[in-house]
């Protein structure tokens, strides 16, 4: 098990200090990984010089604890989400590689809920609701990936309306 920690870790090391042009690297698509709310895989797909699609498929529920208060019950476990952005973004700096990004889209999750009238059982609740994010993006010179780091929001239409939850997270995406 150590052994197969230490052999991830070399190679993540040197996939990251792997040298490639720095020619428009926001337009392409990107593959990463983003923890935070929600954990998961990321991909992003940029379009000219301002906008981009981003799509992260993974986990809810897990950053601001298991445990919260939702309509007329809880929520106690981890659920899967998917969530999907139409992005505007713009360089910060003359290099471009400092970008500033917000945008709009939707949400759809997955989890076990515990409502009252169930006395302790649980069901299973898919949720849909409209979310809002902002970030930045770093992209290296010379590297083939890119790190972010993004705020957001998410407000549920269907199953609890108004339920309001803090989208953050931070990652890193191989640029292609």
């Given at each position: ?6 052999g ?41 010089n ?9 986990t ?11 309509g ?14 139409y ?58 990936y ?9 407000i ?20 292609f």
């Open positions: 098990m150590r052994k197969l920690f230490l991830t870790v070399l190679v993540l090391l040197s996939w990251l200090t792997t040298s490639n042009t720095a020619q428009a690297q926001y337009n392409n698509w990107a593959v990463g990984f983003r923890i935070g709310e929600p954990s998961g895989v990321n991909i992003r797909k940029y379009f000219g301002n906008h981009a699609f981003d799509l992260n498929i993974g809810y529920g897990g950053l601001y604890g298991t445990r919260r208060s939702y007329p019950g809880d929520y106690k476990t981890v659920g899967l989400t998917v969530q999907g952005h992005l505007w973004h713009t360089a910060l700096t003359k290099s471009e590689s400092l970008r500033a990004y917000y945008g709009f889209g939707g949400q759809i999750n997955n989890r076990k809920t515990y409502p009252l009238r169930l006395n302790g059982e649980y069901q299973s609740t898919l949720s849909l609701g409209g979310s809002g994010v902002g970030g930045l993006e770093f992209f290296p010179v010379n590297k083939p890119s790190f972010f780091l993004e705020t957001g929001a998410y549920e239409l269907l199953q609890s309306p108004f339920f309001l939850s803090l989208n953050t997270g931070v990652g890193l995406r191989y640029n």
